[in-house]
């Protein structure tokens, strides 16, 4: 009767089973990293809808869940801190900014990325070296050129106006590099294509350039709508009373009135930042893919 063939594993199986032990670990750890990260970063906004929903008892109890959710504290909230004027002076700001924003990315982003003249790349690294400025030392100068001590300005002066909180904004550094980062990868056939139809920059920018840059302009939309809608110390700075401040300032303004009342605080946290997570929501596609086909290089 023959003997059965016992086969001894060979060092490749081996180094291969190793392998694939390392790689369930690696799998494991980065679970178990991205689960803890998620839970650190998603637990203050489940602290927060919570405690809007809480009575002011409970507050004071540290409880994790309202026994029975409070709805009306956000009735309470938007009417004591008059949140209906200043989220109108918000979304009045925003658009503004908005306009002004993408006027000045799309034209200076395809002024860089497309078109060659005299010092430009001197000029684009002016411009991304304002990004490494500090906001807080720009702050000071920004604020007598408002205030109308640099230049003149139409009506003497800009403070407590619409003009001190959308003008400063409308352009930026980054949003031009970002689409300018895009303009240069188009391929320069189209270009020759539309010359041959006889069209010129402008009309090159708004029928082709434009309709195929959706996703990295919706990106430039949702980094302004963000950076406008959350603005707080500019819009502090320059207005003295009510009448065209934002969201944020008047969250502010509701804090030091509402004093130990957490539970509305909450709620009117919640209520500023329900527009933001809609836009989110709404350009997170186009979002993604902007960052992602927006390269480096050019």
């Keep these: 009767m023959d003997k059965p063939v016992v086969t001894s594993p ?9 392998a694939s032990a390392q790689t369930i670990i690696g799998r494991i750890l980065t679970y178990v990293v991205l689960i803890v990260g998620a839970i650190v970063f998603i ?17 004071g109890l540290r409880v ?37 924003l993408l006027i000045t990315s799309i034209l200076g982003g395809y002024a860089f ?13 002016l411009f991304l070296a304002t990004m490494m400025i500090p ?4 702050l000071i100068p920004n604020y007598l050129l408002i205030r109308g001590s640099i230049i003149p300005l139409p009506g003497g002066t800009w403070l407590n106006s619409y003009w001190a909180l959308t003008v400063p904004f409308i352009a930026n550094a980054f949003s031009i590099f970002l689409l300018r980062q895009f303009f240069a990868q188009i391929p320069k056939e189209l270009w020759d294509a539309a010359r041959i139809d ?14 195929i840059s959706k996703a990295p302009i919706m990106t430039v939309l949702l980094f302004g709508f963000t950076g406008s809608w959350n603005a ?9 009373n009510d009448k065209w401040r934002p969201i944020m300032v008047g969250l502010w303004s509701f804090v030091t009135e509402a004093g130990p009342e957490t539970h509305l605080l909450m709620a009117g946290a919640v209520i500023s930042l329900v527009p933001i997570l809609i836009i989110y929501f709404l350009t997170q596609k186009q979002f993604t893919q902007g960052i992602a086909t927006t390269g480096l290089k050019g």
């Design 10 to 18: 060979t060092p490749k199986t081996i180094t291969r089973g190793k």
């Design 64 to 100: 994790l869940l309202p026994k029975v959710p409070q709805w009306v504290n956000y009735m309470n909230a938007w009417k004591q801190a008059k949140f209906s004027k200043y989220i109108l002076n918000s979304t009045l700001i925003t658009g503004g900014t908005l306009i002004g």
């Design 43 to 59: 637990f203050p906004f489940f602290w927060m809808i919570s405690t809007s929903l809480m009575t002011r008892g409970e507050t």
């Design 113 to 125: 990325g497309r078109i060659d003249f005299k010092g430009k790349n001197f000029l684009f690294g």
């Design 232 to 240: 707080f110390q500019w819009p502090l700075l320059v207005t003295s």
């Design 135 to 138: 906001e807080s030392v720009t």
């Design 198 to 211: 006889g069209a010129d920059h402008l009309r090159f920018l708004i029928q082709i350039v434009l309709p």
